[in-house]
């Protein structure tokens, strides 16, 4: 016989989540709301291992006041997100893979 959890209520519980009042929108996780909340682009940009790169992402896109190239507003930014951070890790691959410490064995 299987057993099941028991949930434990956070906010009763001896150092829990008391009297933390973030509300996060739940359309906004999905990536649809430009510009998203710099909060939520530092969560993801760390659930993907590169959060210093968070802030680089968040500036490039200020200035260009979250539109494309061809000036057209952009509709989910964590497809533009995924791309940046493709392109971001690429990048360090090849400046750790260039450089005059690294060592070809």
């Given at each position: ?25 739940t359309n906004e996780s999905f990536g649809f ?33 979250w539109k494309t190239s061809s000036n057209k507003?952009?509709?989910n930014w964590k497809v533009l997100a995924s ?23």
């Amino acid at each position: 016989m299987k057993r099941k959890a028991k949930r434990i209520n956070q906010s009763n519980k001896a150092g829990g989540l008391k009297n933390q009042n973030i509300v996060i929108d739940t359309n906004e996780s999905f990536g649809f709301n430009t510009p998203p909340n710099d909060l939520i682009v530092k969560i993801y940009f760390e659930q993907k291992g590169v959060g210093e790169a968070a802030e680089y992402f968040l500036k490039e896109q200020r200035q260009l006041d979250w539109k494309t190239s061809s000036n057209k507003r952009i509709h989910n930014w964590k497809v533009l997100a995924s791309d940046w951070i493709f392109n971001y890790m690429q990048a360090e691959k090849y400046r750790l893979r260039t450089s005059k410490f690294c060592s070809m064995n």
